[in-house]
């Protein structure tokens, strides 16, 4: 269990959902909002981030285009989350450097899928 994700998302029963999902194969933390997802990312060094785009704070878009400048994180896979499912909403999480988009409501084989694609 040496791969690390965070979730940064605000809606407690998804986090406990995801973290229940991973914790077999993956060690995980989360944040409740954009600006404390910025501060764990830096200093947790996921492997991995999941982050929803309707975040209090900063949203999610923010939050990405924060993540990608920062050379600590500019790499660092990122699986958008939202149940935005309009067009526009998805391409401006890619946009802002999202490697994917996740739909909600997902399964957790969904969720799986990707983080092993991108792990």
Same mark, same amino acid.
């Given at each position: 269990?040496?791969?690390?994700?965070?979730?940064?998302?605000?809606?407690?029963?998804?986090?406990?959902?995801?973290?229940?999902?991973?914790?077999?194969?993956? &060690?995980?933390?989360?944040?409740?909002?954009? *600006?404390?997802?910025? @501060?764990? !990312?830096?200093?947790?060094?996921?492997?991995? =981030?999941?982050?929803?785009?309707?975040?209090?704070?900063?949203?999610?878009?923010?939050?990405?285009?924060?993540?990608? &400048?920062?050379?600590?994180?500019?790499?660092? *896979?990122?699986?958008? @989350?939202? !149940?935005?499912?309009?067009?526009?909403?998805? =391409?401006?999480?890619?946009?802002?450097?999202?490697?994917?988009?996740?739909?909600?409501?997902?399964?957790?084989?969904?969720?799986?899928?990707?983080?092993?694609?991108?792990?």
């Amino acid at each position: 269990m040496d791969k690390k994700i965070l979730i940064i998302e605000d809606y407690p029963p998804t986090i406990e959902m995801i973290m229940a999902c991973l914790e077999r194969s993956y &060690a995980s933390d989360f944040a409740l909002d954009g *600006p404390t997802g910025l @501060e764990k !990312a830096f200093t947790y060094k996921p492997d991995l =981030i999941l982050l929803d785009i309707m975040l209090p704070g900063m949203d999610g878009i923010q939050v990405c285009r924060k993540l990608r &400048a920062d050379p600590r994180t500019a790499k660092t *896979p990122i699986i958008m @989350e939202s !149940a935005k499912v309009a067009a526009e909403e998805v =391409i401006a999480g890619l946009h802002a450097g999202a490697d994917e988009y996740l739909l909600k409501p997902f399964t957790l084989d969904q969720l799986m899928k990707l983080v092993k694609k991108h792990i």
